[in-house]
């Protein structure tokens, strides 16, 4: 019997920001971060042939973030929160396992929460390599983590369970 399918969760930080703003949630992108989201949309469009899912923040410069993906978003599911802004890691657990269909889901958020979410995921055997030992010290603007889960349904996946199977920083 072949294996399901693994999903995977992508996690987006959001890229580079003004530092001034009305608000710190209203704080749109700067040109760098406008290229930071161009670029992490090309290598997106690379390494995953389809996202089911996106998850993002309703702070600007995360809506931002996403524009400049430039993704095909017609067959995906997009839910755009404010629950996300500054999510913490159970935060993020909880919308993750809400998903109720697809294989690809794109979280786009904050530090210092989608860091500590994205090393959380991690099975512990698995933390020896370069790219995870990168990750747990940073992940700067735009740094995009590519984590694959060995089941079949979104509530199953965990903390301790993922595998890191990209980092771009």
Same mark, same amino acid.
Request: charged share 15%.
């Given at each position: 019997m072949?294996s399901?399918t693994?999903?995977? %969760? &992508?996690?987006?930080r959001?890229?580079q920001?003004?530092?001034?703003?009305t608000?710190?949630?209203e704080r749109?992108?700067t040109? #760098?971060g406008?290229?930071q989201?161009i670029?992490?949309?090309k290598?997106?469009?690379?390494?995953?042939?389809?996202?089911d899912?996106?998850l993002?923040?309703a702070a600007?410069?995360t809506? =931002?973030?996403l524009q400049?993906?430039?993704?095909?978003?017609?067959?995906?599911?997009v839910?755009?929160?404010? !629950?996300?802004y500054?999510?913490?890691t159970q935060? %993020?657990?909880?919308?993750t396992h809400h998903v109720e269909?697809g !294989?690809?889901?794109?979280i786009?958020?904050h530090n210092?929460?989608? #860091?500590?979410?994205a090393? !959380?995921?991690? /099975?512990?055997?698995?933390?020896n390599?370069d /790219?995870?030992?990168?990750?747990?010290?940073? &992940?700067p603007?735009? /740094?995009?983590a590519k984590? =694959? &889960?060995?089941c079949q349904?979104w &509530?199953e996946? !965990?903390f301790?369970?993922?595998?890191?199977? =990209?980092y #771009?920083s």
């Amino acid at each position: 019997m072949p294996s399901p399918t693994p999903l995977t %969760l &992508f996690l987006l930080r959001h890229g580079q920001a003004n530092k001034q703003g009305t608000t710190d949630f209203e704080r749109s992108l700067t040109p #760098h971060g406008q290229q930071q989201a161009i670029s992490q949309g090309k290598l997106l469009k690379n390494i995953a042939s389809k996202i089911d899912v996106i998850l993002c923040s309703a702070a600007s410069r995360t809506q =931002e973030t996403l524009q400049f993906l430039n993704l095909n978003t017609v067959s995906s599911r997009v839910t755009v929160s404010k !629950d996300l802004y500054l999510a913490d890691t159970q935060t %993020l657990l909880k919308y993750t396992h809400h998903v109720e269909q697809g !294989d690809t889901v794109l979280i786009i958020g904050h530090n210092p929460g989608l #860091h500590q979410f994205a090393y !959380d995921l991690l /099975a512990p055997t698995t933390k020896n390599n370069d /790219a995870q030992h990168l990750l747990s010290i940073s &992940f700067p603007t735009c /740094a995009l983590a590519k984590i =694959e &889960f060995s089941c079949q349904y979104w &509530f199953e996946i !965990d903390f301790y369970k993922g595998r890191l199977s =990209e980092y #771009h920083s």
